[in-house]
Structure formats: structure tokens, C-alpha cells
């Protein structure tokens, strides 16, 4: 279990950021952007992401992230760094270029990668490396977010429940999505051996912090809001 979990996260974060990345790539020429500033894009989109794998990498590898001592500065990078980047990049002038040109369906689907997210959790949590709250036996209900989105973006014979949500209830469904996730990433920071600590339950979550299970917080938690705050911002500026 623990070996699939090592595998699990580093595989989902590929592959959503790849077809996060792909839908980018598709919208880009219905777009009025020159064909330099696309590619400029798409080239700050990869720098991105591989820069800070890059800084992930080494700040889980050498201790610091799992050094409790430092704390809050030990996963505050992690935290802060990709909440920051995300908001600027969300309310950009270029993505407002571009949202329009993918469909609502398809930044929705995507969140269906937080299912399998619970399904490593519980694994982790099943060999007794990761506290119960955090996993849907516990105190966790983000996999809701993932059963959902499936639910809105099926179309069957032509129907698709999306299709007929208004923008205000699809911008509800996100404010859900967005506070089902601040829920467990809280229970998360209270379950660390900190002096913050809430629940007292063995073990401490702290196998988040070690690599290459730190590409949870690192991406795939940065990746759920960031889908939610594009799904918003496209449902405000629809026309």
C-alpha cells in the first residue's frame, strides 16, 4: 500500500497537470494572442512546474520540510509559494483571454483527481502511517468533490447535469469544492507534530512532508483551488 502511495501521487500529478496543461494548449489559438505570447505562455507554464518540482524536491529531500523545529517556516513555502503564484496567474490578464475558450466541462472534470487522492490516503492510512482524520473514514469529505464532479460532467444520450446549472450554482458547487479542501488541509496542519497539534492520535501526519508524498500538499492541493478559482472566474465572465 505504502509502495502504491509512492507511486499513486507522483503518477496523478503528471498526468492532471499534463491534461490541466493540454487544455491551455488547445485554447490558445482560438485566443486573439500572438503566436510569440502563446508560446511564451506555454513556456512559463512548464518553468513552472518544473522548477518548483525542483524546489519541492530539495526542500522535502534535505529534511526541511518534515522538520518540525521550524515551524510554521518549514511548510510555509510549500503553502504559501503556490497559493500566491496560482491567485496572480488565475485573475491574469491572459487567462482572462483564454477561460473563455475551454469549456466549463472540462476544467470541472478534472477534479474527479481528488478521488484517487482519497484512495491513497487510505492506503497510507491502512499500513498505519497516516491518522484516520484524514482519510473519508475519518474526518476527511473531499472525495465528495471528486464523486461530484463526475456526476456534473457525464453526459448521457446527450445530457449532461451541468448543462443545466446556472453560473451562480456552478460557482456554489466550487465554493463547496473550496471548502471541503480548506477542511481536511486544516485537519492536516492540526494532526502535524506542532504546537498547534489538535489531534493527538498516532501517527502524526507527517509522511506528507517526505518525497515524493509531499507532491500532495505541493501540487495536487494547489491543483483542486486552482481548478475551483478557474471554474469561478469563468462562470463570472461568461457571456
Given at each position: 500500500m505504502h509502495n502504491a502511495a509512492l507511486i499513486g501521487f507522483p503518477l496523478?500529478?503528471?498526468i492532471f497537470y499534463y491534461l490541466l496543461y493540454r487544455e491551455f494548449r488547445l485554447a490558445l489559438p482560438k485566443t486573439s494572442l500572438t503566436a510569440e505570447q502563446q508560446?511564451?505562455?506555454?513556456?512559463?507554464?512548464l518553468l513552472a512546474f518544473f522548477?518548483?518540482?525542483?524546489f519541492v524536491y530539495i526542500w522535502s529531500r534535505f529534511g526541511i520540510f518534515s522538520n518540525f523545529s521550524l515551524f510554521p517556516f518549514n511548510a510555509a513555502p510549500v503553502i504559501l509559494i503556490p497559493l500566491i503564484t496560482i491567485v496572480l496567474f488565475t485573475f491574469s490578464?491572459?487567462?482572462?483571454?483564454?477561460?473563455?475558450?475551454?469549456?466549463q466541462e472540462n476544467i470541472i472534470k478534472l477534479q474527479v483527481f481528488r478521488f484517487y487522492v482519497e484512495v491513497l490516503l487510505w492506503a497510507l492510512f491502512s499500513v498505519s502511517i497516516l491518522p484516520v482524520q484524514m482519510?473519508?473514514?475519518?474526518?476527511?469529505?473531499?472525495?465528495?468533490?471528486?464523486?461530484?464532479a463526475v456526476l456534473l460532467t457525464t453526459r448521457i444520450s446527450g445530457f449532461m447535469l451541468l448543462d443545466k446549472m446556472s453560473n451562480a450554482l456552478v460557482i456554489a458547487w466550487n465554493i463547496l469544492g473550496l471548502a471541503l479542501l480548506i477542511n481536511i488541509v486544516v485537519i492536516a496542519i492540526?494532526?502535524?507534530p506542532t504546537p498547534l497539534r489538535v489531534f493527538m492520535n498516532e501517527p502524526a501526519n507527517t509522511i506528507v512532508t517526505e518525497f515524493p508524498i509531499s507532491?500532495?500538499?505541493?501540487?495536487?492541493?494547489?491543483?483542486?483551488?486552482?481548478?475551483?478559482?478557474?471554474s469561478i472566474r469563468k462562470a463570472a465572465i461568461k457571456k
Open positions: 496523478i500529478t503528471v508560446q511564451k505562455f506555454t513556456r512559463r507554464l522548477g518548483w518540482l525542483g490578464k491572459n487567462i482572462k483571454e483564454i477561460l473563455p475558450c475551454i469549456p482519510t473519508f473514514e475519518g474526518r476527511n469529505f473531499d472525495v465528495i468533490t471528486g464523486v461530484t492540526l494532526s502535524m507532491m500532495l500538499p505541493a501540487f495536487l492541493v494547489p491543483l483542486a483551488y486552482m481548478l475551483h478559482l478557474l
